[in-house]
């Protein structure tokens, strides 16, 4: 598990871009590095290309001192990652603006991983209802959740074909949002017969909306 993100600011739009801006740089130098084409593989090889996939959510928060954008990312890793070597090239890639957060194994295996980042894609974090619209409307339109290597792309079957054991049968569509007041998930389970048109999406998305404004 690894976080980053540059330091506060006070324009949620340009940390947002920064952090993207650092990821970007970041991938494209340990794609340089992992080219036959550079004429020099392995020198400028860098913390990253330790990493064979990841899946990287952004998570944002404002308790009073800024915009705190930051990413998690679950990381299959070829080799440990150096935690000072790491900092040192995010703090060059963003010229000085982003630091290392945590870098940590996973404690309890690779689901539990996965699902702590996965979680950030449906909890907004601790913003009031104004700072939530907020971020909706700067960051509608871009990835706030994005898998890379290995997990880029990863073949799957028709859901009703998983293999694991005990998921035999018809399935179930649940749909979770995040209450605030209440700091707990509030799911529900989508009725079979309910086929959501583009009105039906809307509605849906006021009621949970509204429960999680309660």
């Not at 440990?80 to 790491?86: F, K, M, P, Q, V």
């Not at 209440?182 to 086929?195: G, N, S, T």
Request: hydrophobic fraction near 35%.
């Amino acid at each position: 598990m690894i976080t980053f993100g540059p330091r506060n600011g006070s324009d949620f739009g340009e940390r947002l871009a920064l952090l993207k801006d650092i990821i970007k740089k970041m991938g494209a130098a340990a794609r340089k590095a992992e080219s036959k084409s550079s004429g020099h593989q392995g020198h400028d090889v860098i913390e990253w290309n330790k990493v064979a996939g990841s899946l990287r959510a952004i998570e944002v928060t404002n308790k009073g001192k800024g915009w705190h954008v930051h990413t998690h990312i679950f990381a299959l890793l070829r080799d440990y990652i150096n935690r000072e070597r790491l900092s040192e090239e995010l703090m060059r890639f963003s010229g000085g603006e982003c630091k290392i957060l945590d870098v940590r194994k996973c404690k309890n295996g690779i689901i539990a991983g996965m699902c702590e980042v996965v979680k950030y894609a449906i909890k907004p974090g601790q913003l009031t209802k104004e700072q939530t619209l907020h971020v909706y409307n700067e960051a509608k339109g871009g990835r706030m959740m994005d898998p890379a290597g290995i997990l880029r792309g990863v073949p799957m079957g028709d859901i009703d074909q998983d293999d694991l054991p005990k998921l035999d049968g018809p399935t179930r569509d649940l749909i979770a949002c995040w209450l605030w007041g209440d700091e707990r998930y509030h799911i529900r389970e989508l009725p079979q017969e309910e086929v959501l048109t583009k009105a039906e999406e809307a509605r849906l998305s006021c009621q949970l909306l509204a429960s999680y404004n309660r």
